[in-house]
């Protein structure tokens, strides 16, 4: 089993749509990264969490420190979004090892 | 652009070759990290460097695989006698330390160096 499961895999949406991925992790973490990866291979940072949620734009991130769980939302999606988001956790006891997730890849269609 | 910026883009080598990738991370980030990703897969942490000193190696990173940062600034990923299993996407990434304030901590991401080994 990873140590970091995000969900779904792959997601189609229409524009306008809101949108949801999970990311479950089973260790003890410091942080929570996501991240934005378009083809290519550029890797955007989008939040950095430790607890509570933070909002960026259309883009809401929260984590359950307690639950090990994390969600990203985006809100009013729109084509542009359309690219594989990362989840990444930073466990205790690392300064520098993150443990990324598969990736969820996002689709949002016209 | 004073971003996280990685060299080569792409290589294409033989197996048995040896290669070096450069990074230059963003000038106050005193942190430093090589990661590899294969297609499909997320990246895997390779090392980390807190200035000049390597602090943590992956068991992933084989003898072949040696990283360095001699003045706390750039850093160079080599790798010897590469094998088709070394081909992969690897790619670079700075930070501030710490995990408090708008930006500590956060990960910025160079563009990546993709190694095509024949």
């Known amino acids: 089993k990873n140590e970091v499961e995000q969900s779904p895999q792959n997601l189609t949406a229409q524009e306008g749509e809101f949108i949801t991925i999970n990311c479950s992790y089973s260790?003890?973490?410091?942080?929570l990264h996501w991240l934005q990866q378009h083809p290519g291979g550029g890797i955007v940072s989008l939040f950095m969490?430790?607890?509570g949620k933070k909002k960026h734009g259309r883009l809401i991130a929260t984590i359950n420190i307690q639950e090990k769980h994390s969600s990203l939302h985006i809100t009013a999606s729109h084509p542009r979004d359309s690219a594989v988001y990362i989840c990444?956790?930073?466990?205790?006891?690392?300064?520098?090892?993150?443990?990324f997730g598969k990736g969820t890849k996002l689709s949002v269609k016209p | 652009d004073t971003g996280v910026s990685q060299d080569p883009r792409h290589k294409i080598t033989k197996r048995g070759q040896n290669v070096t990738f450069r990074c230059d991370p963003i000038?106050?980030?005193?942190?430093l990290y090589w990661y590899r990703q294969t297609l499909g897969q997320g990246p895997e942490f390779l090392t980390y460097?807190?200035?000049?000193?390597?602090?943590?190696k992956s068991r992933l990173l084989s003898d072949r695989f040696s990283a360095e940062r001699p003045k706390g600034s750039f850093s160079t990923l080599e790798i010897q006698r590469t094998e088709q299993g070394d081909s992969a996407m690897y790619l670079c990434?700075?930070?501030?330390?710490?995990?408090?304030?708008?930006?500590?901590?956060?990960?910025?991401f160079g563009e990546g160096s993709r190694l095509t080994v024949l």
């Open positions: 969490l430790s607890s």
């Open positions: 990434a700075s930070s501030f330390p710490g995990f408090s304030g708008p930006l500590t901590g956060e990960l910025f």
């Open positions: 260790v003890g973490i410091s942080a």
């Open positions: 000038s106050e980030h005193n942190r």
């Open positions: 990444a956790v930073r466990w205790r006891g690392s300064q520098g090892n993150l443990i």
């Open positions: 460097f807190q200035n000049e000193a390597q602090l943590e």
